[in-house]
Every structure is written in structure tokens, then in C-alpha cells.
Nanobody, 120 residues
């Protein structure tokens, strides 16, 4: 069983930045998802185990960067130029594979989520 622990959420003004972290050990492909109130959980970004492959949803391209430090067993999501529509609970997820996984139903493990709020 893998335990995923997110941190780094908070309240930030529009245009600001936050960095989310997710602690997880093991050989996993990982991703970030988010869920806004009244909406379905949506894909944000994914990264392969080695870090060489990444994917983003269109709305965050150029603003968010997913990365990982396997020596520290940590996944990151650097979020810049934040917008009110980025407000959501952000979840990290892991799957026991080394490739790139973008669909939520394929992930095996989930964190508890961290709230990101960008007031309008």
C-alpha cells in the first residue's frame, strides 16, 4: 500500500504562484488531478517514473510544471500565473508503472488532497 501525502496548498491572489508537493516512495508513474466544487475530478498533469515524459491539460500548459525528485521520493506541481478557475482540491495519484498515465481510472493510489484557492 502506498501512502501519498500532499502539501503546499493555500490561498493565493490571482497571478501568484504555489508549489504543491506529494511524498511517495516507489517505482510509480504519477499525476496531479483537481476537483472544483460541483465539478468532476479532472486531469491536470502527469509524469513518467523517470521524469522524461510529461503531459498537461490545455488549460495549464505554460503555467504549471510537473516534476519529480526520485531521490527525495517527491512529486511537485509548480503553479504560476494562477487564475480563479484554478481553485480546486488538488490530488496526487500514483500507478505501479513507469510510463505516462493521464486517465484517473488507471491510477491505483490517491492522496487526501490539498486545497488551492485563488479569489476572483
Amino acid at each position: 500500500q502506498v501512502q501519498l501525502v500532499e502539501s503546499g496548498g493555500g490561498l493565493v491572489q490571482a497571478g501568484g504562484s504555489l508549489r504543491l508537493s506529494c511524498a511517495a516512495s516507489g517505482r510509480y508513474a504519477m499525476g496531479w488531478f483537481r476537483q472544483a466544487p460541483g465539478k468532476e475530478r479532472e486531469f491536470v498533469a502527469a509524469i513518467s517514473w523517470g521524469g522524461g515524459r510529461t503531459a498537461y491539460t490545455d488549460s495549464v500548459k505554460g503555467r504549471f510544471t510537473i516534476s519529480r525528485d526520485n531521490a527525495k521520493n517527491t512529486l511537485y506541481l509548480q503553479m504560476n500565473s494562477l487564475k480563479p478557475e484554478d481553485t480546486a482540491v488538488y490530488y496526487c495519484a500514483a500507478k505501479s508503472t513507469i510510463g505516462l498515465v493521464t486517465r484517473s481510472r488507471e491510477y491505483d493510489y490517491w492522496g487526501q488532497g490539498t486545497q488551492v484557492t485563488v479569489p476572483s
